[in-house]
């Protein structure tokens, strides 16, 4: 367990320290991008702060210097292969669940979308999806699920700790902030926030279960096939699909079946949920189709 506790004390650390540096940080950019809500300014703060002291701290600490060990080991031509395979796969898994949610009315096309909305929201889709993809695998599936997977030599536990990791780290910095209420503690208040969240597991276990089951499927696959590339794809189809419906439509809390998407971020919820537990059984049947890559390959 000592890799996934030096993980998980990395990502406390420089939350902490993202949430106290976040205010100096928002008023000297604020002015140069007013359209910067504060909870971006802290989360990208958090991002930055988290990668080189991952890279400084643990990389070497725990010997992850092999390109395998972040998920890139595979020979460029099969890595390349499975990720375009897992982005066509993530695009044609997620639609259905799109489609879903326009026909049951739980979220409905803009009033104003034009062509040209729907371009730019497939545009703004695609970027946050690729950046999305290979940030998130490349931490919690390469380096993160690597180590603990080596060391606890218990891969379905390793798999299950990071996929719960995932899916909690997901309701840091979930709230805007006004700009007239900004002050120096907002840091410290947006993680308080996401902490009382947790008090009350029936308001979030929609969306936290969903997302636990999307950290189980890409643990699967990344487990599966000895790299990250079909995760990448996958978990980047997916969020372009994600980030596409939401930029197009709204969500309409009165529908009947409303109950079914999280209000949180009006995609994910029971139906994400109950959708992605079907493609976790269907990936099972599948299994022996998962081959991982040799040297010899």
């Given at each position: 367990?000592r890799?996934?506790?030096?993980?998980?004390?990395?990502?406390?650390?420089?939350?902490?320290?993202?949430?106290?540096?976040?205010?100096?940080?928002?008023?000297?950019?604020?002015?140069?991008?007013?359209?910067?809500?504060?909870?971006?300014?802290?989360?990208r703060?958090?991002?930055?702060?988290?990668?080189?002291?991952g890279l400084?701290?643990?990389?070497?600490?725990?010997?992850?210097?092999?390109a395998?060990?972040?998920?890139y080991?595979?020979?460029?031509?099969r890595?390349?292969?499975?990720?375009?395979?897992?982005?066509?796969?993530?695009?044609v898994?997620?639609?259905p669940?799109?489609?879903?949610?326009l026909?049951?009315?739980?979220r409905?096309?803009?009033?104003?979308?034009?062509?040209?909305?729907?371009?730019?929201?497939?545009?703004?889709?695609?970027?946050s999806?690729?950046?999305?993809?290979?940030?998130?695998?490349?931490?919690?599936?390469?380096?993160?699920?690597g180590?603990?997977?080596?060391?606890?030599?218990?891969p379905?536990?390793?798999?299950?700790?990071?996929?719960?990791?995932?899916?909690?780290?997901?309701?840091?910095?979930?709230?805007?902030?006004?700009?007239?209420?900004?002050?120096?503690?907002?840091?410290?208040?947006?993680?308080?926030?996401?902490a009382r969240?947790?008090?009350?597991p029936?308001?979030?276990?929609d969306?936290?279960?969903?997302?636990?089951?999307?950290?189980?499927?890409?643990?699967l696959?990344?487990?599966?096939?000895?790299?990250?590339?079909?995760?990448?794809g996958?978990?980047a189809g997916?969020?372009?699909?994600?980030r596409a419906?939401?930029?197009?439509?709204?969500?309409?809390?009165?529908?009947?079946?409303?109950?079914?998407?999280?209000?949180?971020?009006?995609?994910?919820?029971?139906?994400v949920?109950?959708?992605?537990?079907?493609?976790?059984?269907v990936a099972?049947?599948?299994?022996?189709?998962?081959?991982?890559w040799?040297?010899s390959?």
């Open positions: 367990m890799a996934f506790a030096l993980f998980l004390a990395l990502i406390l650390v420089t939350a902490a320290l993202a949430a106290a540096l976040a205010y100096p940080l928002y008023v000297v950019l604020h002015p140069l991008r007013p359209e910067w809500w504060f909870d971006r300014i802290g989360t703060l958090w991002e930055f702060l988290l990668i080189p002291a400084v701290l643990l990389v070497r600490h725990l010997r992850l210097t092999r395998r060990d972040w998920g080991g595979a020979p460029r031509p890595w390349l292969r499975q990720f375009g395979v897992g982005l066509v796969a993530g695009i898994t997620m639609l669940v799109t489609a879903c949610m026909a049951f009315g739980l409905t096309p803009l009033p104003d979308l034009t062509p040209a909305v729907l371009l730019r929201a497939l545009a703004a889709g695609l970027g999806g690729l950046a999305v993809g290979f940030f998130e695998e490349t931490l919690f599936r390469g380096l993160m699920q180590a603990v997977v080596r060391e606890l030599r218990r379905l536990l390793g798999i299950a700790l990071v996929a719960a990791l995932f899916a909690t780290l997901h309701f840091l910095a979930r709230e805007h902030v006004p700009h007239d209420q900004v002050r120096w503690s907002s840091g410290i208040d947006l993680l308080a926030t996401a969240n947790f008090l009350h029936a308001l979030i276990a969306r936290l279960l969903s997302l636990f089951a999307v950290g189980l499927v890409l643990g696959t990344a487990w599966w096939t000895g790299s990250i590339a079909l995760a990448v996958l978990h997916w969020v372009w699909i994600m419906t939401v930029g197009s439509t709204a969500l309409d809390p009165a529908a009947p079946l409303a109950w079914m998407v999280s209000r949180d971020d009006g995609y994910t919820g029971w139906l949920l109950a959708w992605t537990m079907l493609l976790l059984l099972v049947a599948l299994r022996a189709r998962f081959r991982p040799r040297r390959d």
